[in-house]
């Protein structure tokens, strides 16, 4: 089956740890995205990719990098310099980096800190 | 720059009544326009898209929307609601050669036994 997959679906972050949530797609697009999610304020794009060794900010990229080392893998560390990293992360990907596109949705990563 | 607004932030109907979910576009041009949802705890999945042509459009599990370019809106519908129906849901704006599309903040949709 074709599709998108998050690991892990809960983690937990000690003070002053980077941790590092993955996304991997088999579909063959071209493009990623990862979102950020909080309560009442809807989906806050963070990185997108259009292509391999390519990757651009979204709206709230500070404390986060990225990699695009595969066209499948989209992996997404959340650095000790975000200092409210409690949300639930959405990775998607679509077949071109476009509006028209639309785009699929892993299940989700949800981030606590201890 | 294209944005999309949902009025509503949290809807609450009755099982079995009719459901209307109110979105807003802003587009210079013809806009590509979606309908997702998510259920609590997972990702989103497509509804239904307006590229072009019909301007009602159907999807899946019984909804469909109505692109109205005079109101600039793209309201879904649902003539019955389930309890299944309970979820966030998600329009979104986006254009041809225009990068990635825009998301609204979402719609929480409580249903009613």
């Known amino acids: 089956d074709g599709g998108i997959t998050q690991s892990p679906k809960y983690l937990f972050r000690k003070e002053g740890q980077n941790v590092t949530l993955s996304c991997e797609q088999n579909?063959?697009?071209?493009?990623m995205y990862w979102y950020r999610q909080d309560p009442g304020q809807g989906l806050r794009l963070i990185y997108y990719?259009?292509?391999?060794?390519?990757?651009q900010k979204g709206d709230i990229a500070e404390g986060y990098s990225v990699s695009r080392e595969k066209k499948e893998s989209f992996p997404l560390t959340v650095t000790s310099a975000q200092k409210n990293p409690t949300a639930f992360y959405l990775c998607?990907?679509?077949?071109?980096?476009?509006?028209?596109?639309?785009?699929?949705f892993g299940p989700g990563t949800r981030l606590l800190v201890l | 720059a294209q944005s999309v607004t949902q009025p509503d932030i949290h809807i609450t109907v009755s099982e079995g009544a009719s459901l209307e979910l109110r979105c807003n576009y802003s587009?210079?041009?013809?806009?590509?326009l979606f309908w997702y949802v998510q259920s609590p705890g997972q990702g989103l999945q497509l509804l239904l898209k307006?590229?072009?042509?019909?301007?009602l459009v159907q999807g899946i599990k019984g909804f469909e929307a109505e692109f109205k370019r005079s109101q600039s809106s793209f309201n879904l519908r649902k003539p019955s609601v389930h309890w299944s129906d309970a979820a966030e849901y998600f329009c979104?704006?986006?254009?041809?050669?225009?990068?990635?599309?825009?998301f609204g903040d979402g719609t929480t949709l409580t249903v009613k036994p």
């Open positions: 998607a990907s679509s077949p071109l980096l476009a509006g028209q596109e639309t785009q699929y």
């Open positions: 579909l063959n697009h071209d493009a």
């Open positions: 990719s259009q292509i391999v060794n390519d990757f």
């Open positions: 587009y210079g041009a013809t806009p590509y």
């Open positions: 307006y590229f072009s042509g019909d301007t």
């Open positions: 979104a704006v986006g254009a041809v050669n225009a990068g990635k599309s825009t």
